[in-house]
């Protein structure tokens, strides 16, 4: 008799990843992952991953592990080499000046490291951050080379001068880094304890990419390579577009990460904004716009199309700062263009409409609603009244001249295109230039003989940009899925237009530009239970995506009405017509490239065709994209935006982050189109352009929501960035295996999302997956010599209904046991590391308030786990758990061997629910053993928020206030020079002062080793009277640092609370004061003040004004040594 069993994870997997021969002789499969023993038998219960050492400062140590990371993971290294510390000696006279002057030299010392740290075998993508003692260093500070482990890669040429040119190691297989020189004063003199974030995929997608689109488009200097400064506070400035610590600039930072990531990148479209007013085609202006009005000391000034802050339209407000942020300035674009060709990458110009109409606008709006939509698609900006309502401007004469005022006025549509396609010329070309985006709305408008002006002023805008930018750039249109095959006016009429036709035959067109954001599912959440009509398996089901491309809604079927979609009542697509179905169908891409074009008017297909010919451009996928949440395959196009009313959740979405999802549904694409599903020369697969990269980088953005007010909305969006290189629990147990020496496995049934995993030491595949398996219940199912993983939630899709049991004498058909509640936990506790809070452990834990029990079981993984990922597993754990308790032991015929652990069975005639087979005994009958389980996901209600922090200061800047004053003697022993320095800055940082009398030959003159208290006057200062206390007068001053206090009058007689206030003519006053009251933040009130001292009585007489310079008198003022005489004060 045989015997097949669902055992304790421990031991089956402890088979199954021995010698497959041994299982084969014992039994006939197994099947493993489940929890329940241990929760049943034991009071507590611990679950412990693969753990890697992060807490040590490296060292070198002999036959010490190289580590294998999987995805995203936060490790420490080993010291593989090193130098002695490098000495820096500075030596500084002080004293006297003269020969009899006795001077004392001081000798500072600095030390540094050179040293290399292995990280993990190759090949590692790149490290993102760096840690030394906790805190994330600047890595524009120091000197710092990756090597990613490749067989190729050549020795680090320090090592190899250190060592000896061919003698040398590469380390050939293993990732590193190389620190040059680092700086050891802040870390005590000692290496610190060094930790990195490196990134390395396993799964294809990253491969698979060849071109993307680069957002966010509205960023006024974000596309800057070098960095751009605007003054923020006394003192201080701040940095727009560097909010990293990995590079100078948000842009170098993240391209760099994007090409690490992708190394099959070859083309970037370059997405820059204006902002349309009204979704009426006739009042709508295209404006370049500006965060703000005004910024002080801005480092590079903003200009678009030769217009300043001051002529660029402010964008609205919401919630108290700018809806979006400002147009790209021209400058920042020619340096990212400059930049992404210096990368090797193609460039496509992106020119894109975004609509800056926000709630509360009171427009008309064209389709009849009380206003226009908040910040709406650009998709419907159309004649007014629209297509369809009262006295519709469609088919009108009226309708013409709606659509040429919108491209031709001053501030039209032609002019930011055209400035657009100056702006690639003056870049030295792109290789590519998108004349428009979605503009639905605009093509589809009639005139009043059935033409379609938009379209014609396209093929005409076309052709200018062809004549500004040459023949070398590829022009397309970037059409709405819905839109780039044509009309179907839904009036009744059956007409037929394909409206788009003689732009896409046009000379100056070189391909069809499709936005495609056509859905590749239907899936909810019953049909876990009650199965899906299209065959998915699951919402990420990549094999159901693969024939949904061409195939599914928008091929054979379509839902006519919400109230279907929600009934699944499905219409089929058709022509009754001509038989011509691809007509009809927005996803037949095959049927409408090889085939002439015939308009259909009242029901009668015309003679002539249209101007397309057969084959005759390609496709360009000119955006690809879909959500990172759940059902995101149901309506990819949706995203959210609590300003925008577009916002939208997909169809039937329980509204969870699943970053697989998404990866499943790029990788479906770019295996049909480049794999050679489609037909030879249709769509380009080097212009599949994924939607989207951000060049504010991860994870800055989108934590930083200080800066960026979007960040919230990347959680579900369509971004890549903090996704790519991340992994997949499916790639994530095929890479185990692979790398573990398995070849026989299928982990195709198997869902979830783990962003990143470590291995350590040395150990078998068992102790690396079983924690895993266990904490997302997949099953391990031995199949002949096959390993299939299954998700325990799909296992429902495939239920057996058992209607014939074996009939043993003195035995029951069926039976049925239930454990205690109190036999079972009662919580469950998971812990993992958190991405958002720099790979913290976190724990989330889950507890059943109806059982009086005390048992808890613990998930301690090891695993990289986004914080709603691991609620939503531990969640389903403790579902499990409980109805675990619940079996039932049955016997069918012998020869009924379709049944396998792991799958699903129902009883007929016997107990209700669904029962996972866990055990099977073959002999004279097959003797089931299963137990009930939880089929579907659980779905958390609300949504878990992105964690939020700062910017790590890597967006201040250095912009001190420097005062230099023309003071008199007034202390014993003061020098003979008068001149006087002080400085604040925020962050202070110590500053040095060297003179020199030309543009060489500096010599140092002052240390400035503490702020001062610089400020201004509030209020005037008028003239007054030197000699005694003024005791009605006061002034008041505005101090950004500091603070004042009050002082007797005998104080402020023996020199207490000076300050110096810049008079009218630039002479300075000496003053003081005897009392102080703070008003207001950082605003002081100043009286019973002492005036004109130490000889100031000329500049008292000519008072100052508001905003005067005030200084509070500190030893933070410093003499640097300049008398009349000097070369350097004549």
């Known amino acids: 008799m045989a015997t097949l069993v669902l055992q304790a994870a421990g031991a089956a997997l402890g088979s199954i990843f021995g010698p497959v021969g041994a299982i084969i002789g014992r039994a006939a499969g197994a099947l493993a992952g489940s929890a329940v023993d241990g929760a049943l038998f034991s009071s507590s219960k611990t679950v412990s991953g693969a753990r890697l050492s992060t807490a040590r400062i490296p060292g070198a140590e002999e036959g010490a592990a190289i580590a294998r990371a999987y995805g995203t993971v936060r490790i420490g290294g080993t010291l593989i080499w090193a130098t002695r510390f490098e000495e820096s000696v500075t030596r500084e006279r002080q004293g006297g000046k003269s020969s009899s002057s006795s001077s004392t030299t001081v000798e500072t010392f600095q030390y540094f490291a050179n040293l290399a740290v292995g990280l993990c075998e190759g090949e590692a993508a790149m490290v993102r951050r760096v840690w030394a003692d906790g805190q994330e260093l600047d890595l524009t500070g120091i000197e710092m080379r990756f090597y990613p482990g490749s067989e190729t890669q050549l020795p680090d040429p320090l090592i190899e001068a250190r060592q000896g040119a061919g003698i040398a190691p590469a380390y050939r297989g293993l990732s590193y880094v190389v620190f040059e020189r680092l700086p050891l004063d802040g870390f005590g003199n000692r290496i610190p304890l060094l930790q990195f974030e490196v990134v390395r995929p396993i799964g294809k997608l990253e491969g698979q990419m060849r071109a993307v689109t680069v957002i966010p488009g509205a960023?006024?200097?974000?596309?800057a390579t070098v960095a751009v400064s605007e003054r923020s506070g006394a003192g201080e400035s701040r940095v727009m577009n560097r909010n990293t610590l990995a590079a100078a600039t948000d842009w170098q930072a993240s391209i760099d990460e994007l090409q690490a990531l992708c190394p099959n990148l070859e083309s970037v479209a370059l997405v820059v904004t204006w902002f349309g007013t009204d979704m009426r085609a006739g009042e709508c202006r295209i404006l370049p716009g500006v965060e703000v009005g005004f910024r002080d000391r801005e480092s590079a000034t903003w200009s678009v199309a030769d217009m300043g802050r001051g002529q660029a339209r402010l964008v609205s407000q919401r919630d108290g700062g700018p809806a979006y942020g400002g147009t790209p300035s021209d400058t920042s674009v020619l340096q990212a263009i400059a930049d992404l060709k210096a990368r090797g990458l193609k460039v496509c110009l992106y020119p894109f409409v975004m609509m800056d109409v926000p709630a509360g606008n009171a427009l008309p709006d064209p389709y009849g609603k009380v206003e226009q939509d908040a910040y709406g698609w650009r998709g419907n900006i159309t004649c007014h009244p629209a297509a369809g309502q009262s006295g519709s401007a469609d088919r009108t004469v009226t309708g013409r001249a709606q659509i040429s005022t919108f491209c031709n006025r001053a501030d039209g549509y032609r002019r930011m295109v055209l400035h657009y396609a100056a702006l690639a010329k003056q870049a030295g070309g792109v290789d590519a230039f998108l004349i428009g985006s979605e503009l639905r709305g605009l093509t589809r408008v009639r005139d009043q003989a059935n033409a379609f002006p938009f379209v014609e002023e396209l093929v005409r805008l076309a052709g200018d940009v062809r004549a500004v930018v040459g023949a070398a750039t590829k022009l397309t249109y970037a059409a709405d899925w819905s839109e780039y095959f044509g009309y179907h006016p839904a009036d009744g009429s059956g007409d037929v237009f394909f409206n788009l036709d003689a732009l896409w035959a046009s000379q100056h067109i070189d391909a069809v530009g499709i936005d495609n954001y056509m859905p590749l599912s239907d899936w909810r959440d019953e049909d876990v239970l009650e199965g899906n009509p299209d065959g998915f398996e699951g919402a990420d089901d990549a094999a159901g995506f693969g024939r949904s491309i061409e195939g599914g809604e928008g091929f054979d079927w379509y839902y006519a009405s919400e109230a279907d979609r929600e009934g699944r009542k499905r219409s089929a697509i058709y022509d009754g017509l001509k038989g011509k179905h691809w007509v009809y169908r927005n996803k037949d891409l095959a049927g409408w490239w090889q085939n002439r074009h015939y308009d259909r008017v009242g029901g009668v297909e015309r003679a002539a065709p249209s101007t397309w010919v057969p084959g005759m451009k390609p496709f360009w996928l000119t955006e690809l994209g879909c959500p990172a949440i759940d059902k995101g395959a149901n309506r990819p196009n949706t995203f959210i935006d609590p300003k925008s009313s577009e916002s939208a959740y997909p169809h039937f979405s329980s509204r969870m982050r699943a970053d697989s999802q998404q990866r499943r549904f790029l990788e479906a694409h770019h295996d049909h189109w480049a794999g050679g599903s489609a037909l030879q020369g249709m769509v380009d697969p080097a212009r599949v352009f994924v939607w989207t990269w951000d060049a504010r980088p991860y994870p800055a953005f989108p934590q930083n929501t200080a800066t960026w007010s979007d960040g919230a909305n990347w959680r579900t969006g369509h971004w890549l960035n903090g996704r790519l290189g991340a992994t997949t629990l499916a790639d994530l147990i095929a890479a185990v295996l692979t790398e573990h020496g398995f070849a026989d496995f299928d982990v195709s049934a198997v869902t979830g999302d783990v962003a990143g995993y470590a291995q350590g030491d040395v150990t078998a595949a068992r102790s690396l997956l079983e924690p895993l398996l266990e904490a997302f219940q997949v099953d391990v199912i031995e199949d002949g010599a096959m390993l299939r993983f299954v998700s325990r939630g799909k296992a429902a899709t495939k239920t057996t209904m058992v209607s014939a049991f074996a009939d043993i004498e003195d035995s029951a058909l069926w039976s049925e046991a239930r454990g205690h509640e109190s036999d079972f936990a009662a919580e469950a506790v998971l812990t993992a590391y958190n991405p958002a809070l720099d790979y913290e452990q976190a724990s989330v834990r889950s507890r059943?308030?109806?059982?009086?029990?005390?048992?808890?079981?613990?998930?301690?993984?090891?695993?990289?786990?986004?914080?709603?990922?691991?609620?939503?597993?531990?969640?389903a754990l403790l579902r499990d758990n409980r109805l675990a308790r619940r079996t039932v032991r049955f016997s069918i015929a012998p020869n009924e061997i379709a049944l396998d652990p792991g799958d699903c069975v129902e009883l007929e005639g016997?107990?209700?629910?669904?029962?996972?087979?866990?055990?099977?005994?073959?002999?004279?009958?097959?003797?089931?053993?299963?137990?009930e389980f939880a089929p579907s996901a659980i779905a958390l209600s609300g949504e878990t928020e992105t964690p939020r922090t700062g910017s790590g200061g890597a967006s201040s800047g250095f912009d001190p206030d420097i005062v230099l004053m023309d003071l008199p003697r007034y202390e014993a022993g003061d020098a003979p020079g008068f001149a006087r320095i002080a400085a604040f800055a925020k962050p202070w940082r110590r500053m040095a002062l060297s003179v020199s009398a030309g543009t060489e030959?500096?010599?140092?003159?002052?240390?400035l080793d503490q702020p001062a208290k610089i400020g201004a006057l509030a209020s005037a200062l008028p003239m007054g009277f030197a000699g005694r206390f003024n005791v009605s007068g006061a002034i008041e001053i505005t101090l950004p640092y500091g603070d004042l206090a009050s002082a007797t009058d005998l104080a402020v007689l023996n020199g207490a609370n000076r300050i110096a206030v810049r008079c009218v003519g630039g002479a300075w006053e000496i003053a003081a004061f005897a009392k102080s009251e703070e008003v207001a933040a950082n605003r002081w009130r100043l009286s019973r003040l002492l005036?004109?001292?130490?000889?100031?009585?000329?500049?008292?007489a000519a008072g100052a004004i508001v905003g005067a310079e005030v200084g509070c008198w500190t030893r933070a003022w410093c003499r640097w040594g300049c008398a009349p005489t000097s070369a350097v004060c004549s």
């Open 219 to 223: 960023t006024e200097h974000g596309y």
């Open 1001 to 1007: 030959g500096y010599e140092a003159r002052a240390l």
């Open 910 to 931: 016997g107990p209700t629910g669904r029962f996972l087979v866990s055990r099977i005994e073959d002999g004279d009958v097959r003797r089931i053993e299963a137990r």
């Open 848 to 875: 059943r308030i109806d059982n009086a029990g005390n048992r808890v079981v613990r998930y301690d993984l090891g695993a990289v786990l986004a914080q709603e990922t691991a609620q939503n597993a531990v969640e």
């Open 1091 to 1100: 005036r004109g001292l130490v000889g100031t009585e000329d500049a008292m």
